[in-house]
């Protein structure tokens, strides 16, 4: 068995490298289409963030048998690969962006046919390359899912915005029930009833020690030393009466 040629080495190197490296490829048929048309198509699938190549039957067969994958079916007649690159501006490529392309390059040009192909290393048939073109491109999901959290985000943010306001109005009506330290009202509207109410407790009783029958006893105290004078005087008496 005679050694491949290094060129066909190279090629089948390439085609590996690229199956496996692509998040996306297209398998299509590109009989029938001009060199102009096909200068249109790789415009358009170098905007998309693919390429598109042609390669020969024999060579992608190897590359893929070394890789694993089972395309053959798909590697009938004059065979061109898109893959999914990057964009020129540097951005990764999209696989919808690119299958997206591909179909509408095969609406307005017949020759195009799209076989199937490969996403993360499963194999697609044309109908699955199809649906896959339907799907809205990545930026619009994108768009979408922001739209979709941003309801939810803003009935938070304003449910954090009424939360200082409720707590204002719940504290206040607790201070207004005297259930906060902050509430000097009622605190101190209690004591004062109970002050009042024990002076005037306090009235009566000193009104009752104040009366004239227990006065009575403060004023006939010195009556009750009243005797003592006349026992002064006797004392005086019998002075004199010692001296006569």
Do not use: C, H, W
Request: hydrophobic residues 40%; proline residues 7%; glycine residues 10%.
């Amino acid at each position: 068995m005679e050694n491949p040629r290094p060129e066909k080495v190279a090629v089948v190197d390439e085609v590996r490298e690229r199956l496996d490296g692509s998040d996306g490829v297209v398998v299509t048929e590109y009989r029938g289409l001009s060199v102009s048309a096909l200068s249109e198509l790789r415009s358009s699938m170098r905007g998309a963030g693919g390429s598109y190549t042609v390669y020969k039957n024999t060579l992608v067969r190897r590359a893929a048998a070394e890789l694993g994958l089972e395309i053959e079916d798909l590697l009938v007649g004059p065979t061109a690969l898109a893959f999914t690159e990057t964009t020129p501006d540097g951005e990764p490529g999209d696989v919808v962006s690119v299958a997206k392309a591909l179909r509408d390059f095969a609406k307005a040009n017949p020759d195009l046919v799209i076989k199937g192909g490969l996403l993360d290393g499963n194999v697609m048939d044309a109908d699955g390359v199809k649906a896959l073109a339907d799907v809205e491109p990545r930026e619009v999901l994108l768009a979408k899912l922001a739209g979709g959290m941003q309801a939810p985000m803003a009935k938070f943010a304003a449910l954090l915005n009424t939360l200082p306001t409720n707590f204002a109005y719940a504290l206040q009506a607790l201070i207004d029930q005297g259930g906060a330290p902050g509430a000097p009202a009622a605190a101190e509207s209690d004591p004062e009833p109970a002050g009042d109410a024990a002076d005037e407790a306090d009235t009566p009783a000193a009104d009752a020690s104040g009366d004239d029958t227990n006065d009575t006893p403060a004023e006939e105290t010195p009556a009750e030393e009243t005797p003592a004078e006349p026992a002064a005087e006797a004392d005086d008496a019998t002075d004199s009466g010692d001296a006569s």
